[in-house]
């Protein structure tokens, strides 16, 4: 390559996850797929212990069984890159990373994802290096636990598109997005989910109960967007913000005082665009999707809904908005989803409804 960089092509928010008793793991491995979308010579992995509030021991790592380390040592709150990987991959190779823990490990650094290219495996013992996990020893998972970016390096040409968001995005239209970049003849476009259920913009909650439902804008966003050739995010948030207080006598951990107006909603994300203009990213914005027939719903939840989309739709401080709500959302005076494209939670999109959102990211953005 004449000239190349190091580019971005997955990535995870890290996020907390959910308190359980059986919350320490021992002589286990993880096992995560990951697909290529173009061509590169080397590899890095980040691990990130960001939630984490015990050290973590990576007693060994394997990449397709190519590369091993050992005894990496990650403090709370931080992370480590691993040293290059010199690995030639093609554009629609799959690499599997394998990480074993031998030593009792506190298992919350982690986000849940999902979609058709999100899963991963856990089996007993230490078996980076076998190319085929045991079938009897062996499970899968949507969680994703430290393994927060693989960077690649490729041609200068290539780049990453950030997917930034709550449960929507963490869910699997950044998965389908994906999929449309391999319709390329010849694919530039990697990318890169930043999502994870249950976060708010402008908060976060503060006991073990739901503390697995993430951090708030402030304490993400500068540890996740900035990304190794990205050059523009898309952000889809805020319906958590609106829909989860509901009332401290109904829940102590969810007071109304808790619920922003539709101005203080803007207010953090016209926060998100200053910091990614910072890294010099084009944004785009993503309109709240309906929320009609959800368990929390009412009118005043509605009107804040609408007034923040009516602002998505007119802002200038963007290079631009896709409307996911305009896309999914029936055409009633109290709009809810249409019904091929709500998932029956009337919260989260059917898998055509994912599809969809992904159909309606602009063919610029991607190719």
Not at 105 to 132: D, Y
Request: negative net charge.
């Amino acid at each position: 390559m004449n000239t190349a960089k190091w580019v971005s092509i997955w990535g995870n928010a890290m996020s907390i996850a959910e308190h359980r008793p059986e919350g320490y793991a021992k002589d286990i491995t993880l096992r995560y797929p990951v697909y290529i979308p173009f061509s590169g010579e080397a590899l890095r992995f980040t691990f990130d212990n960001y939630c984490g509030k015990e050290p973590i021991v990576i007693s060994k790592a394997t990449v397709a069984v190519f590369f091993s380390s050992s005894d990496v040592t990650i403090l709370p709150k931080d992370f480590v890159v691993s040293d290059p990987v010199y690995l030639n991959v093609a554009a629609g190779d799959a690499v599997c990373i394998s990480i074993y823990f031998s030593k009792f490990t506190s298992m919350q650094s982690a986000v849940l994802i999902t979609g058709p290219l999100s899963k991963g495996f856990f089996s007993f013992g230490n078996q980076t290096a076998e190319p085929l996990l045991p079938i009897n020893e062996t499970k899968s998972t949507n969680w994703f636990y430290f393994l927060s970016n693989i960077e690649l390096f490729t041609s200068s040409e290539n780049h990453s598109v950030i997917c930034y968001g709550d449960s929507i995005t963490a869910q699997s239209w950044p998965d389908y997005l994906t999929l449309r970049t391999r319709e390329n003849t010849v694919n530039h476009t990697a990318i890169v989910r930043r999502a994870a259920s249950g976060t708010r913009i402008l908060r976060q909650y503060e006991c073990i109960t739901y503390d697995s439902y993430g951090l708030k804008g402030k304490n993400r966003f500068s540890h996740e967007a900035p990304v190794s050739g990205a050059d523009t995010i898309i952000i889809q948030q805020g319906i958590n913000d609106i829909i989860h207080p509901v009332g401290s006598n109904i829940n102590p951990f969810r007071p109304m005082s808790d619920l922003p107006t539709a101005a203080e909603l803007i207010d953090g994300l016209k926060w998100y665009i200053e910091e990614s203009r910072k890294l010099h990213y084009k944004v785009y914005l993503g309109t709240l999707l309906p929320i009609r027939g959800w368990r929390t719903f009412e009118p005043f939840r509605e009107e804040i809904r609408h007034n923040v989309n009516t602002w998505i739709r007119s802002s200038s401080e963007i290079d631009g908005f896709i409307d996911f709500d305009y896309i999914l959302r029936d055409d009633d005076e109290i709009p809810g989803f249409k019904k091929e494209y709500d998932s029956g939670d009337h919260l989260h999109p059917s898998s055509k409804g994912y599809r969809d959102m992904a159909l309606a990211v602009p063919k610029a953005l991607i190719y």
